[in-house]
């Protein structure tokens, strides 16, 4: 099989990514990135978990000048990130309020590096429909301008791959069911508290998933 890397932040979208990938392909690594994120020790902590349970090794690359630039909530504690109601789906200023500048294209560029560099040619991610809606890098259209550069910035020409193009939360969730994925260590809070808060854009995303299925 093809070796590729998985970038692994606990969510559910990339929880999911992983346990489908790692029946396709010989996964390298998971690849967890700090960039100075609220929820950052809790995605560790909790991505490690999911790599054990996969008996794969987490690399943790951090970025502590990436924070100093950019000032989404998800990153400056002096503003706050919107709460939603639980009917609320989000919507465009929601999604400028947590927005990280070129954060997909960042991690994507670091981790088709580590994937040549370890004979990989393959970078797995966890990019859906529904989030596509708001952030364009989640986009079909967007992995393929980055498999095109990839072409480019890459001896082996590595790919983005992703399972999620024509999936929304509530049938990825299902595909985590179906492929046991050890959801006991998702994470999909933008906080890092104890618990998830619930009241997030991606807690209720995450939340509305679960209780659909």
Not at 72 to 78: A, D, H, P, W
Request: positive net charge.
């Amino acid at each position: 099989m093809k070796k590729a890397v998985v970038l692994l932040s606990a969510g559910l979208d990339s929880l999911t990514a992983l346990a489908i990938a790692q029946r396709e392909y010989t996964v390298v690594c998971a690849l967890t990135i700090d960039y100075g994120q609220r929820a950052a020790k809790r995605e560790i902590a909790l991505a490690k978990k999911i790599a054990a349970h996969y008996n794969l090794p987490q690399v943790v690359i951090r970025l502590p000048w990436y924070a100093k630039i950019i000032h989404s909530s998800l990153v400056n504690r002096k503003t706050a990130v919107p709460q939603l109601a639980a009917a609320a789906a989000g919507n465009l200023q929601t999604a400028k309020a947590v927005w990280v500048p070129n954060r997909n294209g960042l991690f994507l560029n670091l981790a088709a590096a580590y994937a040549e560099s370890h004979g990989a040619d393959v970078v797995i991610v966890g990019f859906n429909k529904e989030e596509a809606a708001t952030f364009p890098d989640n986009s079909l259209a967007y992995c393929k301008a980055a498999d095109k550069a990839l072409g480019y910035s890459t001896q082996n020409k590595v790919k983005v791959k992703n399972y999620f193009f024509n999936k929304n939360k509530k049938q990825i969730y299902a595909l985590a069911v179906k492929h046991k994925a050890p959801l006991q260590y998702v994470w999909p809070c933008y906080h890092g508290g104890r618990r998830m808060c619930g009241t997030c854009e991606s807690c209720q995303r995450f939340l509305r998933a679960k209780h659909a299925n």
